[in-house]
């Protein structure tokens, strides 16, 4: 196996575990559909990093996060749902892209391309997954209890916004990965789809999550896998992958 | 702050998003009393406690006896269906591990209940696991929003009775809200009828006269005392 695709199965399998991680969050906070529209926020940043020649990755997560930021922001002030908020400005930053990229960046824009992945990126790429990762172990079990009652979560005294605004922002990092790898319209299956399969085997939350993170990193291998073997595109390949547990998972319904 | 107060409120005033929800009220409570509050909905009951709980910003004075620990029992907890969860595991998101064991026996389950999926609860015992959520920590006070009537699913204990008897095994104080008049005459110490402003204060036998009722809730009262014969 040549090294380059050895970097990119081991990046992959970094990205698998935090999305399925971060995913496990978002299915019980009901916010899966979020990631959709908060992905095609991050278009026009890939869209100006393939014009100016920078890093998709990074051009995404700097518009993920004045948009995030934005997001948090609007909500607080016009008291508007997430979603609402969300799906405004995830039309305009949708329009934006399409009318500066040519047809072939759209094409690497919405479903990713992991073939260009080097040891450079790979080794920022895992490094970040791994700060996320353990941005997200602190506040999980508050954004679970936030999910589960407000009223509770008050009662201890947790700070929401504070920890909304850190739960965006993983949603951020974790898509401007993603948005790289399988592209701006898969992206949100790559974390929904693992949580949705664990969800369907597991009995208690270790499983739930454990399990999230797992078929994460196997649907990317997978995934990956297929690519190297079919030469098809690597996003939707892995996003089928995903989809294939989450059938069999189905089948094993508890 | 006297000996036995463990919550002194004077002159509170609450008002949220313009509108004014809590006027000048000010009641005492002691340790180890039972204190209901009163009222229709729409009063204000839950508005009070979260204020009590510090979630509400409030003019006025709430001042806790110091070092005094809180739990909180909510109106209404939606059920935990979107995520696997077992019991035990829902306890330990309030941080401590240690205490399931014993919190879980404290409202009348057995230890292996623990392993039980929070989803698939009925009320009556949700409700119960609600209340040994808000005695992890030890609490010294229980703020009690609308506690279910007529569910009891062990078929011996109702929620109140079980309110009675952590009361006694903890020396808990307990405030109560609740729009149930029954509850008033057999479980409390001391009531404070709320509708907006204080209507009324002192032990339920002083103060729960008809005209006080009808005072507290119009047309309403009717229905309760019709409730309350049978």
Same mark, same amino acid.
């Given at each position: 196996?040549e090294?380059?695709?050895?970097?990119?199965?081991?990046?992959?399998?970094?990205?698998?575990?935090?999305?399925?991680y971060?995913?496990?969050?978002?299915?019980?906070?009901?916010?899966?559909?979020?990631?959709?529209?908060?992905?095609?926020?991050?278009?026009?940043?890939?869209?100006?990093?393939?014009?100016?020649?920078?890093?998709?990755?990074?051009?995404?997560?700097l518009?993920?996060?004045?948009?995030?930021?934005?997001i948090w922001?609007?909500?607080?002030?016009?008291?508007?749902?997430?979603?609402?908020?969300?799906?405004?400005?995830?039309?305009?930053?949708?329009?934006?892209?399409?009318?500066?990229?040519?047809?072939?960046?759209?094409?690497?824009?919405l479903?990713?391309?992991?073939?260009?992945?080097?040891?450079?990126?790979?080794?920022?790429?895992?490094?970040?997954?791994?700060?996320?990762?353990?941005?997200?172990?602190?506040?999980y079990?508050k954004?679970?209890?936030?999910?589960?009652?407000?009223?509770?979560a008050?009662?201890?005294?947790?700070?929401?916004?504070?920890?909304?605004f850190?739960?965006?922002?993983?949603?951020?990092?974790?898509?401007?990965?993603?948005?790289?790898?399988?592209?701006?319209?898969?992206?949100?299956?790559?974390?929904?789809?693992p949580?949705?399969?664990s969800?369907?085997?597991s009995?208690?939350?270790?499983?739930?999550?454990?399990?999230?993170?797992?078929?994460?990193?196997?649907?990317?291998?997978?995934?990956?896998?297929l690519?190297?073997?079919?030469?098809?595109?690597?996003?939707?390949l892995?996003?089928l992958?995903?989809?294939?547990?989450?059938?069999?998972?189905?089948?094993?319904?508890? | 702050?006297?000996?036995?107060?463990?919550?002194? !409120?004077?002159?509170?005033?609450?008002?949220?998003?313009?509108e004014?929800?809590?006027?000048?009220?000010?009641?005492?409570?002691?340790?180890?009393?039972?204190?209901?509050?009163?009222?229709?909905?729409?009063a204000?009951?839950?508005v009070l406690?979260?204020?009590?709980l510090?979630?509400?910003?409030?003019k006025?004075?709430?001042?806790?006896?110091?070092? !005094?620990?809180?739990?909180?029992?909510?109106?209404?907890?939606?059920? !935990?269906?979107?995520?696997?969860?077992?019991?035990?595991?829902?306890?330990?998101?309030?941080?401590?591990?240690?205490?399931?064991?014993?919190?879980?026996?404290?409202?009348?389950?057995?230890?292996?209940?623990?392993?039980?999926?929070?989803?698939?609860?009925?009320?009556g015992?949700?409700?119960?696991?609600?209340?040994?959520?808000?005695?992890?920590?030890?609490?010294?006070?229980?703020?009690?929003?609308?506690?279910?009537?007529?569910?009891?699913?062990t078929?011996?204990?109702?929620?109140?009775?079980?309110?009675?008897?952590?009361?006694?095994?903890?020396?808990?104080?307990?405030i109560?809200?609740?729009?149930?008049?029954?509850?008033?005459?057999?479980?409390?110490?001391?009531?404070?009828?709320?509708?907006?402003c204080?209507?009324?204060?002192?032990?339920?036998?002083?103060?729960?006269?008809?005209e006080?009722?009808?005072?507290?809730?119009?047309?309403e009262?009717?229905f309760?005392?019709?409730?309350?014969?049978?």
């Open positions: 196996m090294i380059q695709f050895l970097i990119i199965l081991i990046t992959v399998i970094f990205i698998g575990a935090i999305a399925g971060l995913g496990s969050l978002m299915l019980s906070r009901k916010m899966t559909i979020v990631v959709d529209p908060l992905s095609h926020l991050a278009l026009p940043g890939v869209a100006l990093a393939l014009i100016f020649g920078k890093d998709i990755s990074l051009g995404a997560f518009f993920l996060f004045i948009g995030t930021i934005l922001f609007l909500e607080s002030k016009t008291k508007l749902p997430t979603e609402t908020v969300i799906a405004i400005l995830f039309s305009a930053s949708l329009a934006i892209t399409f009318l500066f990229l040519s047809e072939h960046e759209i094409e690497e824009a479903i990713g391309d992991i073939s260009k992945i080097g040891f450079f990126e790979g080794v920022i790429t895992i490094l970040i997954c791994s700060g996320v990762f353990f941005l997200l172990q602190k506040i079990s954004l679970l209890l936030i999910s589960v009652s407000e009223d509770l008050k009662a201890e005294g947790i700070n929401l916004k504070k920890y909304q850190l739960y965006l922002l993983s949603i951020s990092a974790v898509v401007a990965l993603g948005v790289k790898f399988v592209g701006g319209l898969l992206v949100a299956g790559l974390t929904a789809l949580a949705a399969a969800k369907n085997l009995k208690n939350l270790k499983e739930y999550y454990l399990g999230s993170i797992i078929f994460g990193i196997l649907s990317c291998l997978l995934g990956s896998l690519f190297k073997v079919t030469h098809l595109p690597a996003g939707p892995i996003i992958a995903s989809a294939l547990f989450f059938l069999i998972s189905l089948i094993f319904k508890r | 702050m006297e000996n036995d107060i463990v919550l002194k !409120v004077k002159n509170l005033n609450v008002e949220l998003e313009g004014r929800i809590l006027e000048n009220l000010s009641f005492e409570v002691k340790r180890g009393e039972v204190l209901t509050i009163l009222g229709p909905n729409g204000g009951k839950t406690l979260k204020t009590l510090g979630i509400f910003p409030y006025g004075k709430i001042e806790w006896e110091s070092g !005094v620990k809180i739990g909180y029992v909510p109106q209404r907890v939606p059920f !935990v269906k979107d995520v696997p969860m077992n019991i035990e595991e829902f306890f330990t998101l309030k941080g401590i591990k240690r205490e399931t064991k014993e919190v879980i026996k404290l409202v009348g389950f057995d230890e292996n209940f623990l392993k039980k999926n929070i989803g698939e609860l009925s009320s015992q949700y409700q119960r696991i609600l209340v040994a959520w808000a005695l992890i920590g030890n609490p010294d006070v229980l703020l009690f929003d609308e506690p279910t009537t007529g569910i009891d699913i078929g011996e204990e109702t929620i109140y009775q079980l309110l009675e008897r952590l009361k006694n095994e903890k020396k808990l104080t307990i109560l809200v609740t729009h149930d008049l029954s509850v008033v005459y057999k479980f409390s110490d001391r009531v404070i009828c709320l509708n907006k204080p209507v009324c204060q002192g032990t339920p036998k002083e103060v729960l006269s008809p006080i009722l009808s005072k507290l809730y119009g047309q009262v009717k309760y005392e019709h409730h309350h014969q049978h």
